[in-house]
């Protein structure tokens, strides 16, 4: 309230007041010095206290602070990590249970999640100790969960999933921009509600937004709050929130758990390592990652910049395909190329072509080989269709990239999402790409 008016005289003031506020005698001047030391003294001691490495109160005064910039909106989470080493992050961490790790896994709170599943390291493969938190929009998480199914870790390793919503993200305005949300009572009345279909509540801990599993993890984090992320129970800590290495560790980490059958489900055999690490290195960059630079490009320049790469890319892959004759982009073995391939272009029709304007062709009329192919992952292998659900992904970029689509209107096709109608024979299906001078002058530099 602004403080305009003259404070009232005191012989005005209510009998209230009178008690409140009572008259003291004129003080003496000559004892305000040592007062004034006395207090500055006792506030620097405080200061001092306070602000010590070994305080634990420092980091619970970090946690209010967050409450108070509104991060937290539900009790506080228990920090996993000790006091000490969620802010020096030194070489060994230890956890609540005096297990000791050491901090490469996670260097510093701008650092992602690097830990491995492994027989002889501190996350060990072990029925039921591990959560998968996914977005069913994302691409990159698209991944983990793939191999989740794939492998039937949720039946064998008891890896349960908690979905946040597609939507909405909060603005970047928003106090350390919270992001993704659950299902939660507190979302009745925000937009996709408490209960949209196909999300689920966090099984784990009941949190609302997906900010506060990070905090859990490490209470000083300040990197983003993104999907995938693989909890570790026991310790309570985020294992590993790389999509690239938790495709490539789910696929032989829970083995030992596995039937031979399902364990024998190798996404990187030893025979096309090489090709492998060849080909993810311009997928991601090119395609995977392409779609997005032309995007969320600012301006006309940034987008003529990276529009042309993903159908570069698209064109090779192609070429690819047909030359290995089916039924999997490298011929007869599917392999880590066909998650990562498949999570874009299942998105590619129904998303990329109107949302990101990366509109030069569609993959159900362009590129009929890659076509084909996508509709044999989505209509023949249970792992790929049930780990994508459309709505999940056309409202997710529609209604939460605000910059893009402002007015939050989510188009209706194409239509169908996706074709039927798999061509066994791939012999029998033309090639096809996208001829446009700049596009193949791209696809040459690629090599």
Request: with cysteine; aromatic share 12%; glycine share 6%.
């Given at each position: 309230?602004?403080?305009?008016?003259?404070?009232?005289?005191?012989?005005?003031?209510?009998?209230?007041?009178?008690?409140?506020?009572?008259?003291?005698?004129?003080?003496?001047?000559?004892?305000?010095?040592?007062?004034?030391?006395?207090?500055?003294?006792?506030?620097?001691?405080?200061?001092?206290?306070?602000?010590?490495?070994?305080?634990?109160?420092?980091?619970?005064?970090?946690?209010?602070?967050?409450?108070?910039?509104?991060?937290?909106?539900?009790?506080?989470?228990?920090?996993?990590?000790?006091?000490?080493?969620?802010?020096?992050?030194?070489?060994?961490?230890?956890?609540?249970?005096?297990?000791?790790?050491?901090?490469?896994?996670?260097?510093?709170?701008?650092?992602?999640?690097?830990?491995?599943?492994?027989?002889?390291?501190?996350?060990?493969?072990?029925?039921?100790?591990?959560?998968?938190?996914?977005?069913?929009?994302?691409?990159?998480?698209?991944?983990?969960?793939?191999?989740?199914?794939?492998?039937?870790?949720?039946?064998?390793?008891?890896?349960?999933?908690?979905?946040?919503?597609?939507?909405?993200?909060?603005?970047?305005?928003?106090?350390?921009?919270?992001?993704?949300?659950?299902?939660?009572?507190?979302?009745?009345?925000?937009?996709?509600?408490?209960?949209?279909?196909?999300?689920?509540?966090?099984?784990?801990?009941?949190?609302?937004?997906?900010?506060?599993?990070?905090?859990?993890?490490?209470?000083?984090?300040?990197?983003?709050?993104?999907?995938?992320?693989?909890?570790?129970?026991?310790?309570?800590?985020?294992?590993n929130n790389e999509s690239d290495e938790l495709l490539r560790d789910l696929n032989t980490a829970f083995d030992s758990l596995l039937p031979d059958d399902v364990a024998q489900l190798d996404l990187y055999p030893k025979e096309l390592h090489k090709q492998i690490d060849s080909?993810?290195?311009?997928?991601?960059?090119?395609?995977?990652?392409?779609?997005?630079?032309?995007?969320?490009?600012?301006?006309?320049?940034?987008?003529?910049?990276?529009?042309?790469?993903?159908?570069?890319?698209?064109?090779?892959?192609?070429?690819?395909?047909?030359?290995?004759?089916?039924?999997?982009i490298l011929g007869k073995q599917m392999s880590e190329i066909d998650v990562r391939v498949f999570a874009t272009l299942i998105r590619f029709d129904t998303v990329y072509v109107q949302h990101f304007k990366c509109n030069l062709g569609m993959i159900r009329y362009k590129y009929?080989?890659?076509?084909?192919?996508?509709?044999?992952?989505?209509?023949?292998?249970?792992?790929?269709?049930?780990?994508?659900?459309?709505?999940?992904?056309?409202?997710?970029?529609t209604k939460s990239h605000y910059d893009v689509n402002p007015h939050a209107i989510t188009p209706w096709g194409p239509y169908p999402d996706i074709e039927k109608g798999y061509e066994k024979d791939w012999s029998k299906v033309e090639r096809g790409g996208i001829d446009m001078?700049?596009?193949?002058?791209?696809?040459?530099?690629?090599?």
């Amino acid at each position: 309230m602004p403080h305009a008016a003259a404070r009232p005289a005191a012989k005005t003031k209510t009998c209230q007041q009178q008690h409140a506020i009572p008259r003291h005698r004129e003080r003496d001047t000559s004892y305000v010095p040592l007062y004034t030391i006395l207090v500055t003294l006792a506030i620097a001691v405080l200061a001092a206290w306070l602000t010590t490495s070994s305080n634990p109160m420092l980091s619970r005064l970090n946690e209010v602070t967050r409450i108070v910039r509104g991060v937290h909106t539900n009790p506080l989470p228990g920090a996993t990590v000790t006091a000490t080493a969620a802010r020096s992050y030194p070489t060994m961490t230890t956890f609540k249970d005096g297990t000791k790790v050491p901090s490469d896994w996670h260097k510093g709170p701008e650092d992602s999640f690097h830990g491995k599943i492994s027989a002889d390291g501190p996350f060990k493969p072990e029925k039921d100790r591990y959560h998968l938190y996914i977005g069913l929009f994302c691409p990159f998480a698209h991944r983990a969960n793939f191999q989740r199914l794939y492998k039937q870790l949720d039946k064998y390793a008891g890896i349960e999933v908690s979905i946040v919503k597609p939507y909405p993200k909060d603005f970047p305005d928003t106090p350390s921009y919270p992001g993704w949300r659950f299902n939660h009572p507190d979302e009745a009345q925000e937009p996709g509600g408490a209960d949209y279909e196909g999300a689920t509540k966090d099984k784990l801990f009941g949190s609302r937004y997906m900010n506060q599993i990070y905090f859990k993890a490490d209470p000083g984090y300040k990197g983003k709050y993104s999907v995938p992320v693989l909890w570790d129970k026991k310790l309570e800590t985020i294992v590993n929130n790389e999509s690239d290495e938790l495709l490539r560790d789910l696929n032989t980490a829970f083995d030992s758990l596995l039937p031979d059958d399902v364990a024998q489900l190798d996404l990187y055999p030893k025979e096309l390592h090489k090709q492998i690490d060849s080909m993810e290195k311009w997928v991601q960059a090119h395609l995977n990652t392409g779609v997005y630079k032309a995007g969320f490009a600012k301006d006309q320049q940034g987008y003529d910049a990276n529009v042309l790469q993903p159908f570069a890319a698209l064109n090779k892959l192609e070429k690819i395909a047909q030359q290995s004759g089916g039924p999997y982009i490298l011929g007869k073995q599917m392999s880590e190329i066909d998650v990562r391939v498949f999570a874009t272009l299942i998105r590619f029709d129904t998303v990329y072509v109107q949302h990101f304007k990366c509109n030069l062709g569609m993959i159900r009329y362009k590129y009929p080989i890659l076509n084909n192919w996508l509709k044999h992952m989505y209509w023949d292998h249970d792992a790929y269709k049930n780990s994508t659900n459309f709505r999940h992904i056309k409202e997710n970029y529609t209604k939460s990239h605000y910059d893009v689509n402002p007015h939050a209107i989510t188009p209706w096709g194409p239509y169908p999402d996706i074709e039927k109608g798999y061509e066994k024979d791939w012999s029998k299906v033309e090639r096809g790409g996208i001829d446009m001078p700049e596009v193949l002058q791209w696809e040459k530099k690629m090599g």
